[in-house]
């Protein structure tokens, strides 16, 4: 049983065959375009989706060794993302649906995310599932393959976003997440300090942008010479309280809420720190941490073709009708 997966939602143009629950392909095209704005201008993603689609779904069915006629169900995403870009996968989608008479799966983006560490991971329900993405940070529930609950969320910047904009205000390359990691090797921690921030109206809710105008501040309190000498331990130092933030969080809602796992997925979970982080955590909260492989974390269509497979086995079809939506309204 073939799925193909699509994923287009921000700037990355996916596409994915899976074979009974088996990743026989995945190919992942960043639009490298965006690098010089600083972030994602969503006309260009959306313009690159549609030059990009076609090129990339043959290639995974070519490296899956796999016609089209094989495939027996499109997964795609149909949202949070950005409208422009998700018409394109979903319109893609659609056309094979169409042409080939087999089902079409919406899947949300998040539902993807949350799977992408099932693929190579055998994590036990009920477990708690932190998403730290560019677009999302919450902590949820998961109950079973398509039962899930969100206990925590961020209520301004997600822990990507934090790690894009601190980036930003560094002086270095979008996406910053990466760019930070690889910086903050060569820095010292303890030489500044960032709070971790309370949210009153809800203890385990993030919240990240105090720490980012806190970053703002110190940076513009720096000369050039200065910020060059210290980059790196101010990346380390704001790094660090992005991460020590996601534990606590973490921490709290695994005291109201006893599970024997944890999945940690999203662009963030690549971070090679707050994976060296998680084992003290692990040890420290007996308890079992899972990720995913590296190259699952980021958006990729691995994950949407996971998802659609799981609510395939469900006979859970989506209309051809169907539209993207925007955020997280469902
Ligand atoms: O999951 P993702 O590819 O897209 C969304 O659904 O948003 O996540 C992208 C985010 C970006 O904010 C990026 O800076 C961050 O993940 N990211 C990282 C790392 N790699 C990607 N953040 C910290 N450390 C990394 N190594
Ligand atoms: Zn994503």
Redesign the pocket.
């Known amino acids: 049983m073939f799925v193909l997966g699509i994923e287009s939602?921000?700037d990355?143009t996916s596409a994915s065959i899976l074979k009974d629950g088996k990743i026989l392909s995945n190919v992942v095209v960043s639009q490298l375009i965006h690098e010089k704005y600083g972030g994602v201008v969503p006309a260009l993603a959306s313009k690159n989706h549609e030059q990009l689609i076609n090129k990339v779904v043959k290639q995974s069915l070519e490296d899956a060794s796999i016609t089209i006629e094989n495939v027996d169900a499109i997964a795609v995403t149909q949202g949070p993302g950005l409208i422009g870009s998700l018409l394109i996968g979903l319109n893609y989608a659609k056309g094979i649906s169409i042409g080939l008479r087999k089902p079409l799966i919406g899947v949300n983006?998040l539902h993807g995310?949350i799977v992408s560490g099932l693929i190579d991971n055998d994590v036990k329900y009920p477990f708690l599932c932190l998403l730290?993405?560019?677009?999302?940070t919450q902590i949820l529930k998961v109950n079973s393959d398509i039962n899930y609950e969100i206990l925590a969320r961020t209520v301004d910047d997600?822990?990507?976003?934090a790690?894009?904009k601190g980036?930003r205000i560094l002086g270095l390359k979008y996406?910053?997440?990466?760019e930070?990691?690889k910086i903050s090797k060569d820095g010292v921690l303890g030489n500044y300090h960032f709070t971790i921030p309370k949210v009153k109206s809800n203890l385990v809710d993030f919240s990240f942008s105090g720490m980012k105008t806190a970053l703002l501040y110190k940076v513009n309190s720096l000369t050039n010479v200065e910020l060059k000498k210290e980059i790196c331990n101010i990346a380390v130092s704001y790094?660090e309280a992005i991460i020590d933030t996601l534990f606590e969080k973490l921490k709290m809602v695994l005291g109201m809420n006893k599970v024997n796992d944890i999945l940690i997925v999203?662009?963030?979970s690549?971070?090679?720190r707050?994976r060296y982080k998680s084992k003290k955590f692990k040890k420290d909260n007996n308890i079992n941490i899972f990720f995913p492989d590296l190259k699952y974390?980021?958006?990729n269509a691995a994950m949407i073709a996971m998802a659609g497979y799981i609510k395939y086995k469900k006979k859970i079809y989506s209309n051809i009708d169907i539209i993207p939506f925007s955020s997280l309204k469902r």
């Open positions: 939602s921000c990355e983006h995310h730290v993405s560019g677009g999302h997600a822990a990507g976003e790690f894009d980036a996406p910053g997440g990466p930070i990691d790094q999203g662009g963030v690549a971070n090679s707050f974390c980021t958006d």
